[in-house]
């Protein structure tokens, strides 16, 4: 089983990565998919879908490809779902990828052409694959492994199902989306066209690795109204708006902001600043993992407004805090079937799962937040990702596909 699943992962991904799909934040408002290539690998995988012998397979007017793999038992069990995006980020460029694999890797450094290598000393996960398969880059490009490693290991367990039919599964729902990678990728989400109840991104990274918690978001908008004169006569007449929010900002603390937190920190950072001396429009934005922590900041910055407004009398201060997205463990702490069929899937292929946060959001927490569906993210087995260092592990993605699988193994029989 592993090495037909080697083989089929390593081809499957070989051919995904060299369709240009790399997305274009500048139009995606008004073009979905914002770009062609996004179009030809949702199309290819869609007719792919369908000549390994799924039926139900539809692509809507985004390019959302929503394929259902209908339950082969008697009786009625949840059903899952996996995720994955075709687009890939535009840090380097993202089209035009020619991948170079790698067999028998022998534990050095791996030159990627005249002026780029990769450096073992700088990769120490690359000493968990001497002797194994990897793909790297000609080191003009990404690889693509975000997420076309997760879309070559849903794949492959799709076939792996399809060529199996004594394996007996629930229900099934495969999602290939558009334009993640410019954060627009769930807007307008079909999520009336879904029928499971729990769902898996397959988007990130090292070997073992999920990721099931993201940020709590918060922007809160703060304008600043001062009062205006003429500069020459403006003694105890004229409040500096501009003044008042470079106070607001100097007050935020320095050892709560995203350059000086990691982990489970959360923070605030002023984001945007426009204005004059009449008026100020600020936007922070605040992040925690605790919502009771997140709102202890909406309410100093409250509090702070009050102080400046009362530093600066005749200015005035509006502030309005508005919820962006959730982390997606407050909306699983009630539906724990994904991360429990998750982490036994794990322990039963004898893997050493490890959760990570999330210092972000990802599609999967807006499925959580949007669609009450938990949805935590398995790795793929890409490194490096969205740098012409990226390489993917073989080994790791084979194990991703064998952690999908042995999750619809174990959901028929919940
Ligand atoms: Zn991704």
Known sequence: MITRLKEDILKRFLRYVQVDTMSDDRVVDTKRPSTDGQWDLLKMLASELVELGVDDVHIDEKGIVIAKIPSNMKKAV?????????????????????????????????????????????????????????????????????????????MSAVRHLMEHPEIEHGGINIIFTSDEETGAGMDGFPYEKLDCEYCYTVDGGRRFEIQSECFNAVTVKVG??????????ARGRMVNALTMASAFIGALPQAESPEATDGRYGYYCAHTIEG????????????????????????????????????????????QAKHIYYNMAQIAKDKLIALDTLFAAGKALGFELKNEVIRGGTDGSRMANEAGIPCPNIFTGGYNVHSRYEWAALPAMVDATRLILKIIELGAAL
């Open 78 to 154: 949840p059903v899952v779902g996996f995720m994955a995006h075709v687009d890939t980020a535009d840090d380097v460029p993202g089209n035009g990828v020619k991948p170079r694999v790698i067999e028998k890797y022998d534990g050095g450094d791996i030159p990627l052409n005249e002026e780029h290598s990769i450096v073992a000393a700088e990769n120490p996960e690359l000493s968990d694959y001497v002797g194994e398969t990897l793909v790297v880059t000609d080191g003009t490009t990404l690889l693509g492994s975000d997420d076309k490693a997760g879309i070559a290991e849903i």
């Open 224 to 233: 600043f109204e001062g009062v205006s004169y003429h500069l020459g006569a």
């Open 276 to 319: 004059s001396i009449r008026h100020v429009d600020l936007t922070v934005y605040l992040r925690d993992f605790d919502l009771e922590n997140l709102d202890r900041r909406i309410e100093v910055l409250k509090g702070l407004a009050r102080t400046i407004e009362g530093l600066y009398p005749g200015g005035k201060v509006d502030l």
